[in-house]
């Protein structure tokens, strides 16, 4: 039985194109540098981002995690939305391996973090204070709604943190759904972070890795962070063979996977019962109501057993994600599934 998986983007599998890239590529042993594969994909992502270099990690995770050892020491603050993936689901990597403290501060529900509160979290020279040294930012927002952020927003944000010589990463795992979403070059999103990670496996389909971009002077520290780590890999060209196709075929026609989730977020608003968040990506969320008598757990399961899998989270929403391999039928299929899992209760 083929499964119409709507839990996240990360099930997507790589495409013909990737697989014949990876069969093809040519590679060496990239801790010595001598990679053309990945040489190549770090040179096109920095490219893509404006910056002046960039680096192939293993995941998001490993990712941000490389952008606050480089930018942080033992002690230092870092602010950040509490309902920021950094912050909820990287087991706290920056405090347990790198001695930084995060200190949350609240997302709204567009994803953004307000400046007063930004201002209000940085911290004063102080014996007896942790010192701020970076503000992060999560675009799309994955807890709030998938929502974009704008490059204005960003901006802004980035004039007040160099106020106070703060410096910004950007968790960009899905920022080429922002630039789809708000119809600009994504370079524009980016353009005044110090640092981003971006991923190929999310929405651009490549089976594994993610890209940190930046100064010259940034990365080259960050290949040490990444090192320590134990992400330095060898032949890994076969990996990036896939993420250059990512880069070259899938950025383009992320606004059909929105489309998409506008049309499935219309199906199931029609159901009695289903209460729709904003959709403003590919990600959007959705609630039964009480009168719905179903358990999370079995809604879950019986929308299975109907071939359909969605993410039911602990604050009692359900996620759903389009992708790639997400066809206008599945759509169609997943809104009567739920309307015969909630009329069968
Ligand atoms: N998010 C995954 C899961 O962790 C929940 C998902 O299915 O959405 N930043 C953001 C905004 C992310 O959404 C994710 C993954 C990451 C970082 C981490 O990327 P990976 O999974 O490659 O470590």
Avoid at 42 to 58: D, P, Q
Avoid at 113 to 122: C, F, G, S
Wanted: hydrophobic share 40%; aromatic share 6%; net charge negative.
């Amino acid at each position: 039985m083929r499964f119409i998986d709507l839990r996240s983007d990360t099930v997507t599998h790589p495409t013909p194109a990737m697989r014949e890239a990876m069969y093809q590529a040519e590679v060496g042993d990239d801790v010595f540098g001598e990679d053309p594969t990945v040489r190549h994909l770090e040179e096109m992502a920095a490219e893509r981002m404006g910056k002046e270099a960039a680096l192939f990690v293993a995941s998001g995770t490993m990712g941000n995690l490389v952008a606050l050892l480089t930018h942080c020491g033992r002690g230092d603050e870092v602010i950040v939305g509490d309902r920021s993936h950094t912050f909820l689901f990287e087991q706290g990597g920056m405090a347990a391996l790198g001695g930084i403290t995060p200190r949350p501060i609240p997302n709204q529900p567009d994803g953004t973090l307000r400046l007063e509160d930004i201002q209000d979290a940085i911290r004063s020279e102080n014996v007896h204070f942790p010192r701020t040294r970076l503000v992060c930012l999560e675009n799309t927002h994955n807890m709030c709604n998938g929502a974009p952020l704008t490059a204005e927003y960003t901006a802004s944000v980035a004039q007040l943190a160099r106020a106070y010589g703060l410096r910004i990463h950007l968790d960009g795992a899905r920022v080429f759904n922002a630039a789809a979403a708000l119809n600009c070059a994504v370079r524009d999103l980016v353009r005044d972070v110090d640092s981003v990670m971006f991923c190929l496996s999310k929405g651009l389909c490549a089976p594994v890795g993610s890209m940190l971009c930046g100064s010259a002077d940034f990365i080259y520290e960050a290949r040490r962070a990444r090192k320590v780590l134990g992400g330095g890999m060898r032949q890994v060209g076969i990996l990036a063979a896939a993420g250059i196709v990512a880069l070259e075929q899938m950025t383009e026609r992320l606004a059909e996977d929105h489309a998409r989730a506008r049309r499935l977020a219309e199906g199931l608003a029609e159901i009695p019962g289903v209460r729709v968040g904003p959709v403003y990506t590919n990600i959007f969320y959705f609630w039964l109501n009480d009168e719905v008598s179903i358990s999370p757990e079995d809604f879950v399961a019986r929308l299975k057993s109907q071939g359909v899998l969605v993410l039911g989270r602990e604050d009692g929403r359900y996620r759903v994600v389009t992708h790639y391999w997400i066809t206008d039928e599945d759509v169609e299929t997943t809104i009567r599934a739920v309307r015969t899992v909630i009329s069968g209760q």
